[in-house]
């Protein structure tokens, strides 16, 4: 039986499109670079760019009643099209290599301000040098 699956878009991997935490993948596992489904508004047809993992943040899982403070959410990357410079944030598979995950993150810290604020502006949180220990903690087991 053949699994289904895609070419990475950027590294050329085969990618089967179910892995543990997830039966709809859109990312590669080695490289985290996905391929843009979204609709262009403006011309009514799907983009089709390169989606380049820029960071990593915490999914937004409201807050603790005990505590008062947010509850800690699974850890998301967050990609930018190349072509139309959409943002998304999807959920990391179990599969996901946690080089290629500490790599998007050691990368994201070096981020020009303008992303930063852009990526605020849209209530994305970028995870920064405070989070790295959760991030490791929450890393799938494949270093």
């Not at 979204?38 to 380049?52: Q, V």
Request: glycine share 8%; net charge positive.
């Amino acid at each position: 039986m053949k699994k289904e699956g895609f070419q990475c878009i950027h590294c050329h991997a085969f990618v089967i499109l179910e892995a543990l935490g997830t039966k709809h993948r859109n990312h590669c596992p080695n490289c985290l670079w996905s391929k843009h489904r979204g609709k262009l508004e403006e011309l009514k047809e799907f983009c089709g760019g390169a989606m380049i993992p820029i960071g990593l943040t915490f999914k937004k899982e409201g807050i603790n009643k005990y505590t008062g403070k947010p509850k800690q959410g699974e850890l998301m990357v967050i990609h930018q099209c190349i072509k139309c410079k959409n943002i998304s944030i999807n959920r990391l598979a179990g599969d996901d290599q946690s080089k290629a995950v500490m790599k998007v993150f050691k990368s994201s810290l070096n981020m020009s301000e303008s992303l930063r604020k852009q990526l605020k502006r849209e209530g994305i949180d970028i995870l920064t040098e405070k989070d790295e220990e959760e991030i490791k903690r929450q890393l799938p087991p494949n270093l």
